[in-house]
């Protein structure tokens, strides 16, 4: 279980055992480099802990600990985890400010306490089995390699991942593993298992005594909040960069960073050849600004795909986003130089910088008057003249994700409009045997959940909160085991959790202003960012599988998604498939973004429910899943 996740901590290893109980890590050495050989104890021997992550404001306990009798034998974050559970038990776990992801198993009372940092920065998955043992790992290959289940699909999850690029809830799409959600505590005794949950996102907020303060006043605030976010995640004894994408996110962390640091900071930038998916001149723009020390590296398709298994493995799961593949490149990259990376992740999900949430709130509000206007005649001439448009054409594309031609309720206008595999597709692309395995076929209902138990009061701030819950969780996975399979850490500055309540409860004016996305802090980096930087459209990172997939990369479809042993699982509909591939050959559908979920889908199935080994990755895992 250790040593097939060597890549998130070559630097040391350790393992405990006492009688039924095993602690097992390894270690990427960042603060008190010499020091701080986990699994740690506690001065009598009493605690055990393995932790991952970074406890920012450690050093703020740790004269109030000692003056209580604690006696510290490293500088070490973990050390202050483990003095704080001995005075606050599972409430330490409020006191925290960073990403963490730990478990502390107490002899005297022969249970386990793990808990997971508050915006899930951090992953940790689990099993429980039948016989009550529990398995906890960061990666889901440990738990493979220690046999806790068989690897097979999760068809229940199916839906949720076909829709929303990956599953939503605690479910995986490996029947057994669950993830410990975000914000949650799991306590393991005599077999039982307890989930709490200890924080959340608010969204009521409170006007000053009354009255309504200026939005000067939440500038100036947030940009504070940033600041210090900024400057905490530079707490480490080895080298730090960034990653620099040239968006106004990066560029807002360069910015606020390089005022804190001597040396120039190290920058980091990925893209490929094709124009229409290369933002250089951006990030070139921004290094220049602000005298950075930078690198880059452009990605071939050939290099893409030819990463493409190995990720699969680092991931666990099929890869979500296709930005995965050069996002590993750039940690490669920057694992040259550095040993922590500051990144971007997080703020499109505080602050509304999707051009998905004000397309919807748009979509909605003229859907609602367009139905009171209009009778069933009216309206089923306009969809047909829509559907009579020429296929393929801009026009058609648009005007089909409009309440013109879709109804004015938020399952069709927003999670099926930017869903990959659409309920209506799903019944078509599913075999009956699969949606006899699947059972209900909702692959929104986790989703809708978040929709229903947030405090939020509008229709922006429920979208924000969901988002938060799923998508966002997507990203910082991808996050996370793309920067680990290089064996760097990276940090989330607008994710520090005071941040991400100040900008909650900010009123909507200040995320989302008419057609500007992330108001305030645009208004925070004006004078500080270029003007092509602050008022640029959103990029995201363009990959252009479109064009791969229709020609030199075909074969790939063919293979992956038309094939014998593909087809031969019974799990989609050939007719389908065959259709689907058509219709993108043909140009008359672009559907990418639906063969590349197929494509990764197929391969992980290969790796990890075949058990085919992956070049390159560690041979411990043939074995765990063979």
């Given amino acids: 279980m250790r040593d097939v996740i060597t890549h998130r901590g070559p630097d040391d290893y350790g393992l405990f055992i006492d009688q039924r109980v095993g602690l097992g890590h390894r270690r990427l050495s960042i603060i008190d480099v010499a020091a701080g050989h986990q699994p740690m104890t506690n001065e009598d021997g009493s605690l055990y802990i393995v932790f991952n992550g970074e406890v920012y404001n450690h050093a703020d306990f740790r004269r109030s600990l000692e003056e209580r009798g604690h006696r510290y034998h490293t500088h ?256 490669r990259l920057a694992a040259q130089h550095v040993k922590v990376v500051l990144t971007g992740e997080g703020s499109d999900e505080m602050l509304a910088g999707y051009y998905r949430y004000r397309k919807t709130i748009y979509n909605l509000a003229l859907g609602a008057r367009y139905e009171g206007l209009t009778n069933s005649a009216v309206r089923g001439m306009i969809r047909r003249r829509v559907e009579n448009l020429r296929a393929g054409s801009q026009l058609k594309r648009k005007l089909s994700r409009t309440f013109l031609t879709l109804p004015a309720d938020i399952e069709t206008l927003y ?29 929104y209902s986790e989703v809708r959940k978040y929709l229903e138990q947030t405090d939020a009061d509008t229709l922006l701030n429920k979208l924000l909160y969901a988002d938060t819950k799923t998508y966002l969780h997507e990203l910082l996975m991808k996050q996370d085991q793309m920067s680990m399979a290089a064996s760097i850490e990276s940090r989330v500055p607008f994710l520090d959790h005071k941040l991400v309540e100040f900008t909650a409860r900010l009123p909507e004016r200040m995320k989302l202003r008419g057609w500007t996305t992330k108001y305030i802090l645009r208004k925070s980096m004006k004078g500080l960012l270029p003007d092509q930087i602050l008022t640029r459209s959103k990029m995201g990172f363009p990959v252009p599988l479109g064009a791969w997939f229709r020609g030199q990369f075909r074969p790939l479809v063919d293979e992956y998604v038309l094939g014998e042993r593909s087809l031969g699982r019974g799990i989609f509909e050939r007719k389908y498939l065959r259709n689907l591939v058509e219709e993108h050959q043909s140009g008359g559908e672009n559907h990418a973004e639906r063969l590349w979920m197929l494509v990764n889908f197929e391969m992980w199935q290969r790796q990890f429910i075949d058990g085919e080994d992956v070049a390159g990755t560690q041979p411990a895992m043939a074995e765990a899943v063979g």
């Avoid at 669950?178 to 009521?204: A, C, S």
């Avoid at 409009?417 to 692959?443: K, S, W």
Wanted: overall charge negative.
């Fill in 76 to 331: 070490c974050d973990t050390e202050t985890i483990l003095h704080l559970y001995e005075e606050e038990g599972s409430r330490v776990v409020e006191s925290l400010r960073g990403m963490f992801a730990f478990a502390i198993w107490d002899k005297r009372k022969k249970e386990l306490f793990i808990a997971r940092d508050r915006l899930g920065v951090k992953p940790l998955y689990y099993v429980h089995t039948d016989d009550g043992s529990l398995y906890f790992a960061s990666e889901i290959k440990s738990l493979l390699a220690a046999r806790a289940v068989q690897p097979e699909i999760n068809y229940q999850a199916l839906p949720d991942h076909l829709a929303n690029h990956a599953t939503s809830g605690e479910e995986t799409l490996f029947r057994g593993v669950k993830r410990l959600l975000p914000g949650h505590t799991l306590l393991w005794r005599d077999g039982q298992v307890r989930i709490e949950k200890y924080w959340d996102i608010q969204f009521k907020h409170e006007e000053d005594n009354g009255g309504r303060r200026s939005d000067n006043d939440y500038i100036e605030e947030w940009t504070e909040l940033f600041r210090t976010s900024v400057r905490l995640r530079l707490m480490a004894d080895v080298p730090l960069g960034m990653f620099l994408s040239g968006g106004i996110d990066s560029s807002a962390i360069a910015a606020v960073m390089s005022e804190m640091v001597s040396e120039p900071i190290k920058t980091f930038s990925v893209a490929f050849n094709e124009r229409e998916a290369n933002e250089l001149s951006y990030a070139r723009l921004v290094a220049q600004q602000f005298k950075t020390d930078h690198h880059e590296v452009v990605v071939s398709p050939e290099e893409f795909f030819a990463a493409l298994p190995k990720l699969i493995w680092h991931e666990d799961e099929p890869l979500a986003h296709p930005a995965s593949v050069p996002l590993y490149f750039v940690s």
């Fill in 415 to 443: 999670f099926d409009n930017f869903g990959v595999f659409r309920r209506a597709m799903q019944n078509h692309l599913l075999t009956g045997e699969t949606r006899e395995r699947i059972g209900t076929l909702d692959p």
